[in-house]
């Protein structure tokens, strides 16, 4: 890859710290790539160049972990359902939702609430002494 300016480092990683700080904000909006660009005041392909180049990843692939990061908040909260935390990351296909949680953390949405369902065991420190055994 050629050596990039000064001038346009700096200008990809404002354009990529803006892209940033809008999809924390907004992850559980119908958010797009040309959505961000205009807002941010760039091109489509400005944005795509700032992603892979400051932060090493694509736009759908960093919202996808915005997204499936606080859903793992929520479902670790428990006090919502699936379905609610489906909603509440911006997806509207409860299934669409449990197959991207499944790629992304490995396991399923259930089975991530109920292994954290587990953890706080895990920090008492009788652990031992209450049958269950930390993995």
Known sequence: MPIQRPSTISHRTSL????????????????????????????????????AEIGDTTFRDHLTSVRMDKAAELLSARGLTIREVAARVG??????????FRRHHGVSPSDFRATRRLAPASRFDGAAHSGYVAA
Request: proline share 2%; aromatic share 10%; charged share 30%.
């Open 91 to 100: 997806y509207r296909q409860p299934a669409q939702f449990a197959k991207a």
């Open 16 to 51: 990529f710290d803006d892209a940033v700080a809008i999809v924390e904000s907004e992850y559980a909006t119908e958010l797009s790539l040309d959505d961000i660009a205009r807002r941010v005041a760039s091109s489509r392909r400005q944005l795509q160049r700032a992603y």
